[in-house]
């Protein structure tokens, strides 16, 4: 990636405003910088600029919460899936199938949003949780592999299981981390990852810090709920917007 000023403009502005809403709600930096990217440079491209943030970001994540031990016990088997499904979907990001992806990254931000807005939740028995985990976590590679984005259907199913806030928020920086993981390697394989990305990587996780101090700094200060409504309801016009750009 040969990058302009405007282009490094572009990456500072969209990762700090993705922090910042990691910061107050605690997600939303992979869909939020993978969508605003995906308007301006190429899906393998915005994936790549996205490994750095998203792994330090969520690795603290994964070691603040209380217990790592007991929930990997619990979730091995869908993060296993991940992988797998993440690898076995390596190359569909490629330039051939960009309309594709542009056009599902689309749909999944959308879906999540319209899931979000509407407070969606899975309710999955705890007898079936051992086999059900693995399916979510392959679709979530699935979907990782050729968008970039690694929140559905992971993050309703983590929502709907009946981990305590703490783990919850644990939990989720253990999917990220894996699924960025993942990612990582089919990008090197794919050959997106070089090392012209270096300078807007590190303006991206600069930024992506600093959007979220501030965003934990006024989480306390604002109605969240009207800040969940605007963001999800941001999310699903952006997804309108990836899908109908797929298609036109």
């Known amino acids: 990636m040969s990058a302009t000023g405007n282009d490094i403009v572009a990456i500072a502005v969209i990762f700090a405003v993705a922090g910042f809403v990691k910061g107050v709600v605690g997600l939303g930096l992979p869909t939020i910088s993978m969508g605003l990217l995906a308007l301006i440079m190429p899906s393998p491209t915005a994936a790549s600029l996205l490994l750095v943030p998203s792994f330090v970001t969520n690795l603290w994540q994964m070691f603040s919460g209380p217990g790592l031990r007991p929930l990997l016990r619990r979730l091995w ?75 559905i259907p992971a993050v309703p199913y983590l929502q709907g ?10 939990a989720l920086g253990l999917s990220f981390t894996v699924s960025t993981l993942a990612l990582a390697v089919n990008l090197v394989h794919l050959g997106a ?44 016009l952006l997804g309108i917007h990836l899908a109908l750009r797929a298609v036109v």
Do not use: H
């Open 193 to 236: 990852v070089d090392k012209s990305l270096a300078w807007p990587s590190a303006i991206a996780l600069v930024t992506t810090l600093a959007g979220m101090a501030a965003g934990q700094a006024v989480r306390l200060r604002i109605d969240a709920e009207l800040f969940r409504t605007l963001f999800f309801g941001g999310l699903i």
């Open 161 to 170: 299981i009946g981990l305590e806030k703490e783990e919850l928020v644990q």
């Open 77 to 151: 088997g869908m993060m296993a899936a991940v992988c797998l499904g993440t690898w076995a979907g390596a190359g569909s990001m490629s330039p051939q199938y960009a309309p594709y992806s542009t056009g599902l990254l689309g749909l999944i931000v959308l879906l999540y949003g319209l899931s979000g807005l509407l407070s969606f939740r899975f309710d999955v028995p705890q007898n079936q949780r051992k086999w059900v985990s693995p399916v979510i976590g392959g679709i979530t590679g699935l979907i990782t592999s050729a968008t970039g984005v690694f929140i």
